[in-house]
Nanobody, 124 residues
């Protein structure tokens, strides 16, 4: 499956952005992929941000984004979203979406497929 992330940009602290990740090209229907968002700041390892399972729509968030970020999916559009509110400078990173065929939400980087990333910059 091919994943195309978009929606990144420059925003002031306290602002909002919505990232999108469109999936295409898979024989497996999009609704049967667990989807995740990760981010990687300069000089740091890629870290889990949020995930949404395919079986029951369970969601999971990193502690650092709970209450500020919301992950959702529209299976009719083969797209997963990450709504980011109350952004902080420490949220600055390249954000990646990922897809996995397993039911559970992985918080590690062992996803089957990855998108190319979209840059989010939060100014103070």
């Amino acid at each position: 499956v091919q994943l195309q992330a978009s929606g990144g940009g420059l925003v002031q602290a306290g602002g909002s952005l919505r990232l999108s990740c469109a999936a295409s090209g898979s024989g497996r229907t999009f609704s049967r992929y667990t989807m995740g968002w990760f981010r990687q700041a300069p000089g740091k390892e890629r870290e889990f941000v949020a995930g949404i399972s395919w079986a029951i729509g369970e969601t999971r968030y990193a502690d650092s984004v709970k209450g500020r970020f919301t992950i959702s999916r529209d299976n009719s559009k083969n797209t997963v979203y990450l709504q980011m509110n109350s952004l902080k400078p420490e949220d600055t990173a390249v954000y990646y979406c990922a897809a996995d065929a397993r039911i559970g939400i992985l918080t590690t980087i062992n996803y089957d497929y990855w998108g190319q990333g979209t840059l989010v910059t939060v100014s103070s």
